[in-house]
């Protein structure tokens, strides 16, 4: 499981892969007791999200790994798309 600075580097990583969003977005993370809280506050409510990520369902993850699932959730909420962080 990553620890809090591991999901914040992982972060930077999934948002330096969504175009724009290390422009003009706000992300953030937690960990708690298993848990990955992340959240993202876009220009508009139909691109904010917060999910909260279960540790046993991505089990082994690293940052890298971690960074291109977070990534690819970023991206699709700048297309107005929903997509669950749970699933992988």
């Not at 290390?22 to 992300?27: D, R």
């Not at 876009?42 to 699932?69: N, P």
Request: net charge negative; aromatic share 6%; glycine share 12%.
């Amino acid at each position: 499981m990553l620890d809090q600075q591991g999901l914040t580097h992982a972060l930077k990583l999934g948002q330096a892969t969504a175009d724009r969003c290390g422009h003009f977005c706000m992300v953030g993370a937690q960990v708690e007791h298993g848990v990955y809280n992340v959240w993202h506050n876009g220009i508009g409510s139909s691109d904010t999200d917060h999910q909260r990520i279960f540790a046993s369902v991505i089990h082994g993850y690293g940052q890298d790994k971690m960074g291109e699932h977070i990534g690819t959730w970023l991206t699709a909420l700048h297309k107005r798309e929903r997509r669950d962080l749970n699933v992988v």
